[in-house]
């Protein structure tokens, strides 16, 4: 069965400095990735997807994301954080020809200090 | 562009009560989800529609029923609400089960 770690509930950060939200999962053969944000009351909106082919996938607002098979890991970076950024944000990792049964971690709280 | 609505955004039920919750896209995607969302959880996929007519059990669907009434509806019912359902509801559709699901802004339900 396929299962996402967010290791970190809570992360703070200063308006500018960079970002870095960590996500490992648990898959069996090559998965899709996505990271979701959520920003408070509303739904939750796509930041990026990887699929297949180059490892690194740029998504909205400035995010990226770089896929390491070798480590499990689908980590979320941003270079400048900006305080409208503060939002929780949802790593999930979806089954190769069957996104159907996506399955998401538990979510890290961006807060961010100006 | 409405993308995927859900209605009521908030109701209060008490137990043992019955509810359903609506989801309507008008993005013309096949496939259509229900997940719950509480503290510390994470999203939990209650059920699935791969397509118009076919509904599937998710991670936890015991308490709920659904029914896709068309391929822009998808609709979520609780025969007899538990304290245990309180919780935020969230539908999402996709093109199909190889793209990425579209989410509504959620029905927050609480049952007393």
């Known amino acids: 069965a396929q299962s996402v770690t967010q290791p970190d509930i809570h992360i703070t950060v200063s308006e500018g400095a960079s970002l870095e939200l960590r996500c490992n999962y648990s898959y069996g053969a090559t998965p899709y990735l996505f990271w979701y944000v959520q920003s408070p009351g509303q739904g939750l909106q796509l930041l990026l997807k990887?699929?297949?082919?180059?490892?690194l996938v740029q998504g909205i607002k400035g995010f990226e994301a770089e896929f390491k098979r070798s480590q499990s890991s689908f980590n979320l970076r941003k270079p400048s954080v900006h305080w409208s950024d503060a939002a929780e944000y949802f790593c999930?990792?979806?089954?190769?020809?069957?996104?159907?049964?996506?399955?998401f971690g538990k979510g890290t709280l961006l807060t961010v200090n100006p | 562009n409405a993308g995927v609505t859900q209605t009521p955004k908030f109701q209060v039920l008490k137990t043992g009560q019955s509810m359903t919750l609506q989801c309507a896209q008008d993005?013309?995607?096949?496939?259509m989800y229900w997940y719950r969302q509480d503290p510390g959880m994470g999203l939990r996929l209650i059920y699935y529609?791969?397509?118009?007519?076919?509904?599937d059990k998710g991670e936890v669907p015991n308490g709920y029923n659904v029914s896709r009434l068309n391929k822009r509806e998808f609709s979520l019912r609780l025969e007899s609400a538990a304290p245990s359902q309180t919780s935020v509801y969230f539908c999402?559709?996709?093109?199909?089960?190889?793209?990425?699901?579209?989410f509504g802004d959620g029905t927050r339900l609480s049952i007393l």
């Open positions: 990887y699929f297949s082919g180059d490892t």
């Open positions: 529609s791969a397509s118009e007519g076919t509904t």
């Open positions: 999402a559709s996709s093109v199909d089960g190889d793209q990425p699901q579209h």
């Open positions: 993005m013309n995607h096949n496939s």
């Open positions: 999930a990792v979806g089954a190769q020809g069957s996104n159907y049964k996506l399955t």
